[in-house]
């Protein structure tokens, strides 16, 4: 039997072409898109630093440097010499305003972070009837604007004596809607009912079950909530407004608004008022240099799980 020894016809082999320099490399952005997206944040940036930048300035100089030598042009450095004058008028009543705004802040953010953990645990972790109306009622406070209901509690607060105390201020702040959102948004994500549960199996009760288990799982959380009530109750303005009378009971914004409400009468405050308000941006942002790692943690956890 003959075999046949043709060779079948095979198809042309075309030569490979090389890549046009038009064509990006898979995975990296065109210099165009990296430009746009770069120039569109150094303005955003610019933007947010310009007051601040502006201030910055502007507390270097003494009276006559800030009518002489108007915008970011610098002056005589008086910086040191502001704060002094600035912690010396009226017998120290700046620094006093600080500890309000401390005191305002720092155990009103704490208390209230606390509540709203407690509050957000409740709603993720049991389960009781009426719990979802519950929780939209609660929902609803978000949605009402605090100078809304600042009369009301004003007249609550004359009812109970607590009218300029510091009282007035504090126990408001207590309540914060969008905290207790927040707390069940994070419990329900990062406590797995397996890990409470086997507490409870070691005896622990369901205070220790929140105080031993829940609370360190949540620490995320508690800085998250504890930074955004820190911010809204150093720069609470109406309720501190409406409450306080006596200005050694007021935070340091309502204070420095007092200041400036009277500068066309005395202006020499001008230079008090610029180095004030630079002061009391300072903790605000301490708090969130110092926090910020644990907030990015807790911000980006849930999108790696």
């Known amino acids: 039997m003959a075999l046949d020894t043709t060779a079948a016809p095979?198809?042309?082999v075309r030569p490979k072409t090389p890549a046009t320099a038009s064509a990006p490399a898979p995975g990296r952005t065109p210099w165009a898109s990296r430009a746009a997206v770069n120039t569109v944040l150094a303005i955003v940036a610019l933007y947010t630093l310009m007051p601040l930048s502006w201030l910055l300035v502007n507390a270097t100089k003494n009276n006559g440097?800030?009518?002489?030598?108007?915008?970011f042009r610098l002056g005589a450095f008086s910086l040191f010499a502001n704060i002094a004058d600035l912690f010396a008028y009226q017998d120290g009543l700046f620094g006093r305003w600080l500890l309000n705004s401390l005191l305002y802040s720092v155990a009103g953010a704490l208390a209230s972070t606390l509540v709203s953990l407690l509050a957000g645990y409740a709603f993720a972790v049991y389960g009781f009837p009426g719990r979802e109306k519950v929780y939209g009622l609660v929902l609803l406070g978000i949605l009402v604007p605090p100078t809304v209901i600042a009369l009301p509690m004003y007249l609550l607060a004359s009812e109970a004596g607590l009218v300029n105390t510091y009282w007035a201020v504090l126990i408001p702040g207590l309540v914060n809607p969008f905290g207790v959102y927040l707390?069940?948004?994070f419990a329900e994500a990062y406590l797995p009912a397996e890990t409470l549960e086997a507490a409870r199996l070691d005896g622990a009760g369901e205070l220790r079950v929140f105080r031993s288990v829940a609370l360190p799982m949540l620490s995320p959380a508690f800085v998250t909530i504890f930074l955004f009530t820190f911010t809204?109750?150093?720069?609470?303005?109406?309720?501190?407004l409406v409450m306080?009378?006596?200005?050694?009971?007021?935070?340091?914004?309502l204070g420095l608004y007092g200041w400036n409400a009277v500068l066309p009468q005395e202006p020499q405050l001008y230079a008090l008022v610029v180095t004030g308000s630079l002061l009391s941006v300072v903790p605000l942002a301490v708090a969130f240099l110092t926090l910020q790692r644990h907030w990015r943690s807790g911000l980006t956890a849930g999108a790696v799980k």
Request: aromatic share 16%; proline share 12%; charged share 10%.
């Open 10 to 12: 095979t198809a042309p």
């Open 232 to 240: 809204g109750s150093w720069n609470n303005f109406f309720l501190p």
């Open 65 to 71: 440097d800030l009518f002489g030598r108007p915008g």
């Open 244 to 253: 306080l009378n006596d200005s050694s009971l007021y935070p340091v914004g």
């Open 183 to 185: 707390a069940r948004v």
